[in-house]
């Protein structure tokens, strides 16, 4: 359905009306179709070469530049897409230098959001609210708006709204644990509830040849250095959350929660796990592919705490070794009797419009566009946010938001199939992840599938016993001058703590220097901020 735009203002004159129906409510939904096309120019930290883009050029032809994502919104919305600055190891950087030569994309992403405030505040980022409010079609508003208002705090300076949230699922704030179900049925040993559990499940794993090799080579729980983040649901068991930086409620005021004395108990059951050789010695000097790839892909450990996506290691594993049985359980506890999980409104970045840009309202347009694929009426799912065993398709677009409850539905939808026996009448994201996992991507099921997946475990917490952050924004003055050094005092002190190069009973001294170091004033500057006074 077409009609001429008499009122549209002389940037988008030339600019017919086309509609698709939306998902939300069934209303009829416009977005512009640029006649003749426009092109708009994006900057990202997107990798051209990376593992995904090699994948989908392998499997179709089709690169980060030219794919299915960039015909659709030619064809559809009339826009062609190109890119002016794409980094993916020094973005933030480049788009300094870019600001300091007057050489800025039109449009690009932005996750820095300092860096933003300096952007705004030098006049160069056009306001994105008024045109979010005159174009989003109601679907998109549905999906940006679900979690609520704090989705826009990070792109929102003096009241004015200056840039698109990339919306994701806040479901990604979980951490799960994985265990071999194979290990503790050769073991005869009960899956964990409480974290005492986990620790004697760790220490059968390491001490009583699970893999059966007669080799003492095996590890309890798989550990890296970022165990503040990976593993957080160990703290998440004492009543600790570590997550990001999350600010919680404590006394009527806002405090940093990675500085609360919860966070002792989580030390404390690390170092018994260390000090009796049930987790890896070198745990503090190795990132994710050494401390948790590595040992599950060598079949070395049972027992691992991660992120849903982290399944796409252990399906692997399960794939080489079809004795192997991985499963998601739902987190153990430890002094608290059941868990919260710590959860941002999540969004990645925003896609902001310079002020020199011809068509910010273009951003609007695409963006309902791409929802309008992935979770319309009839959306084609299945071919756009990944196609057979090629992932992250639904990234390969110069932005992207997702519906926040498009994983647990199609956990749901997967559940309520497999109970009935209609896994063959699968719709939306539902059939998409089962058809990944009938395509080879085994990692699907234990994401999403029914039985012992990680979305059970969601299904039954979300959102009733989320945690939700109480501050995500730019970074305060004090945070800019000192927070690294702030966050670098405390991952050091706590990994030497547990590694017994440090008291644990220094805990109080160093948290009393965190304080010190900047601390006090960041605390203040955060509940200032978020009307704590």
């Known amino acids: 359905m077409k009609r001429t735009l008499a009122l549209l203002t002389a940037l988008v004159m030339a600019a017919t009306w086309c509609t698709t129906a939306a998902m939300a409510d069934g209303d009829a939904v416009a977005w512009i179709k640029y006649d003749p096309p426009i092109e708009m120019s994006f900057g990202g930290w997107d990798d051209v070469n990376g593992s995904e883009a090699a994948a989908m050029e392998k499997a179709f032809g089709e690169t980060f530049e030219n794919n299915r994502w960039t015909d659709y919104f030619l064809e559809e919305v009339g826009v062609k897409v190109v890119y002016d600055l794409l980094d993916p190891v020094d973005y933030n950087q480049s788009l300094l230098l870019a600001m300091a030569t007057g050489d800025l994309p039109d449009y690009f992403k932005i996750n820095n ?117 990976q593993a957080a649901g160990v703290f998440w068991a004492f009543g600790a959350y570590p997550n990001g930086t999350q600010w919680i409620e404590r006394d009527g005021k806002l405090a940093y929660a990675t500085v609360q004395p919860e966070i002792k108990d989580g030390l404390a059951w690390y170092k018994k796990m260390y000090d009796e050789g049930l987790i890896d010695q070198e745990f503090g000097s190795k990132k994710y592919d050494k401390g948790y790839e590595e040992p599950v892909m060598n079949g070395k450990c049972g027992l691992m705490y991660g992120k849903h996506w982290n399944a796409y290691v252990l399906g692997q594993q399960m794939g080489e070794d079809p004795d192997s049985k991985w499963v998601s359980i739902p987190l153990p506890v430890g002094t608290v009797e059941e868990i919260l999980i710590p959860a941002n409104v999540a969004m990645d970045y925003l896609t902001v419009a310079t002020v020199e840009a011809q068509n910010p309202e273009g951003i609007i347009h695409l963006a309902n ?111 800019i001058e000192r927070w690294t050094n702030m966050d670098e005092l405390l991952v050091t002190s706590y990994t030497r703590m547990i590694q017994g190069q440090q008291p644990l009973e220094d805990f109080d001294s160093v948290i009393a220097q965190w304080y010190s170091m900047g601390g006090n004033e960041v605390t203040a500057e955060i509940n200032e901020l978020r009307g704590y006074n």
């Open 369 to 479: 566009a791409y929802v309008d694929k992935l979770f319309g009426e009839n959306d084609d799912f299945d071919h756009f946010f990944a196609d057979g065993d090629v992932a992250g398709i639904w990234s390969k677009s110069p932005f992207f938001l997702l519906d926040p409850m498009v994983d647990l539905q199609g956990y749901r939808d997967i559940q309520s199939a497999y109970d009935t026996g209609t896994l063959d009448q699968l719709a939306g994201p539902g059939r998409g992840f089962y058809n990944f996992y009938l395509g080879g991507s085994y990692y699907y099921w234990l994401m999403f599938g029914a039985g012992d997946s990680c979305f059970r475990y969601v299904d039954q917490t979300y959102p009733d016993k989320l945690l939700w952050n109480n501050y995500v924004g730019a970074p305060t003055p004090t945070m």
């Open 113 to 229: 959001y300092g860096n933003l405030r300096s952007m705004v505040e030098a006049g160069l980022i056009a306001e994105m609210g008024p045109l979010y409010e005159q174009y989003a079609s109601p679907l998109m508003k549905a999906i940006m708006e679900s979690e609520g208002e704090m989705v826009f705090v990070p792109g929102t300076f003096d009241g004015k709204l200056y840039g698109l949230p990339a919306k994701m699922p806040s479901t990604n704030s979980y951490v799960h644990l994985f265990v071999r179900q194979d290990w503790l049925d050769k073991l005869g040993l009960d899956r964990p509830t409480t974290m005492d559990d986990v620790y004697e499940v760790a220490k059968a794993f390491k001490t009583q040849d699970p893999d059966g090799n007669g080799a003492d080579d095996t590890i309890g729980l798989a550990m890296d250095n970022n165990f503040l983040y």
